[in-house]
């Protein structure tokens, strides 16, 4: 990894995250369907892998070395937001399960939180990085939201792509209406007084997959789906959805509609069905 310097810039800051996110790839291609794969089970009895804690570890260890001011939220080793006014939120492997079976959708997110004087947070920086799917998902405050896609000289897919960097800038879609919508989501589980009136959304909607985890929300940010929803998140599988769909031109906040990735569940949108989405899911 390059050396760089503690700064307020947030350029830089997103090009640390790429070279953090370039590390995790590494790591988790080469355990990805491997045949000694170490699996166990946490305390809350959700799978881990050697790979997670090895992402994890990496991560930790390189902003040691380049923001050792920085405080850091992390899914297995514990968290110390620290005192600087900025800390980062990793999540290792996004999609475990997946993982762990050989499905692809699986990625590392990686995000910087800022926190005012106040105390308000802001994710201000967010990456979600998907080796497997051959993508990754970017945004800076202030700066846009890009999809890059590896994809080798396949000259014909990279015709809409800034030839030097591969990055296609986001934008959501413009569907107005529920009924127009594609709503994506993981499953039927945790959803509580929300279920009923989630699953008559569903059924009023022009589309409904359940393709779930990060890739829900990456599709919103991207204008394939309008909808994404998942009841219960921790911070660390939110808060780089949560800028990137922002900078995108979309909405993120919880089932509630409280702003931010810190509500303990995760709702996107293309912000123009954000408050009849809302509406829909507390009658």
Known sequence: MSNYVSTNDLQDDLALAHALADLADAITLDRYQAQDLVITNKPDNTPVTDADRAVETAIREALATHRPTDG???????????????????????????????????????????????????VVVGIASAPALARRWSAAKGHGAFVRFNSGNNDELLEDFDSASINKKMSVSKVKELSDASISYSDFVGWGDRLEPFQKM??????????????????????????????????????????????????????????????????????????????????
């Open 72 to 122: 850091l939220v992390g899914e297995e080793f514990g968290s110390d937001k620290g005192t600087s006014g900025r800390y980062w939120v990793i999540d290792p492997i996004d999609g475990t399960k997946n993982f762990m079976r050989g499905v692809p959708t699986w990625a590392t997110l990686i995000a910087l939180v800022s926190v005012d004087t106040s105390g308000e947070e802001e």
């Open 202 to 283: 569903l059924a009023n909607a022009w589309r409904t997959r359940g393709i779930g985890d990060f890739w829900s929300h990456m599709l919103v940010a991207e204008g394939a789906v309008d909808v994404a929803i998942e009841p219960s998140l921790a911070v660390w599988d939110m808060a780089a959805l949560d800028i990137i769909v922002r900078e995108a031109g979309g909405t993120f906040t919880n089932t509630a509609g409280q702003n931010g990735p810190f509500g303990g569940s995760g709702v996107s949108t293309n912000g123009l069905l954000h408050n009849a989405v809302i509406n829909g899911l507390n009658p």
